[in-house]
């Protein structure tokens, strides 16, 4: 298989990926608004505990049980259960794009670097400074030549996603609080950025907290769809 049809293969392949983790968390959302639905109907006497339906032989003696009131279950299912739709969905697409972009790499490493071992190239494939993802584009020269139909290139969509990178880290290891590093990343970004650029990255986070929501699913939704299709004929015209 040649190059340009295993490149094509990977994106196929996290396409389908991303595909599936936005239908699944579509559904999850439409599952919430029904319920809140459908508790906005019940009783205020209503409870709901969370252990319930453990099957007997896998609860604990010492189990504490979480009842919800209708209060309760309704603060879940119309905002914190959309919150947490909406981290799962950013960690899990961000995710999905570091994997498809270090297969690419580890492809054109595979073709260019025909010297090194199978394990010298998986040690290659990593981000940072001389790595992922500018060296990527130094080795496809012409990879930053093509447009979409707005005139971005590339190395502008990997702006905003090594903006999203950013959000996603400061998502997981700091409870959403961006740091003085992840704001000096996102600042030297974004003094690149035309102003619709940045209206799309600053739906994201609010001084120093990250904001998310199921509008910002949306958002991360249509941007990844975009590069993807702007991924997939921008690797084809540089590879052949």
């Not at 279950?73 to 739709?85: D, I």
């Not at 972009?101 to 199978?118: A, C, G, H, R, W």
């Not at 190395?155 to 409870?175: N, V």
């Not at 910002?216 to 540089?238: D, G, N, P, Q």
Request: aromatic fraction near 8%; charge should be neutral; glycine fraction near 2%.
């Amino acid at each position: 298989m040649d190059l340009q049809s295993k490149i094509e293969n990977i994106l196929y392949t996290y396409f389908e990926a991303m595909m599936e983790n936005y239908n699944q968390t579509a559904l999850l959302l439409h599952a919430c608004e029904k319920t809140a639905t459908y508790f906005h109907s019940k009783s205020s006497k209503l409870r709901l505990d969370t252990t319930a339906n453990i099957p007997q032989d896998f609860k604990m003696t010492t189990d504490i049980s979480t009842v919800f009131t209708k209060k309760d279950l309704l603060n879940q299912y119309e905002k914190k259960l959309a919150l947490k739709l909406a981290k799962d969905y950013l960690i899990t697409t961000v995710a999905t794009l570091d994997g498809l972009m270090e297969d690419i790499y580890e492809e054109i490493l595979k073709e260019q670097e025909t010297e090194k071992t199978e394990e010298q190239i998986k040690k290659m494939v990593r981000w940072g400074e001389n790595s992922l993802p500018s060296d990527l584009m130094n080795r496809l020269p012409t990879s930053n030549t093509h447009t979409n139909l707005k005139g971005h290139k590339l190395e502008e969509f990997l702006w905003t996603y090594e903006h999203l990178r950013q959000i996603r880290h400061a998502t997981i290891h700091a409870k959403g609080q961006l740091g003085q590093r992840h704001l000096n990343k996102i600042s030297s970004l974004e003094e690149r950025m035309d102003e619709k650029q940045l209206g799309s990255v600053r739906q994201f986070y609010m001084e120093n907290q990250v904001v998310l929501s199921p509008l910002t699913t949306f958002v991360l939704r249509h941007w990844c769809l975009t590069y993807i299709s702007f991924l997939t004929i921008a690797m084809k015209e540089s590879i052949n």
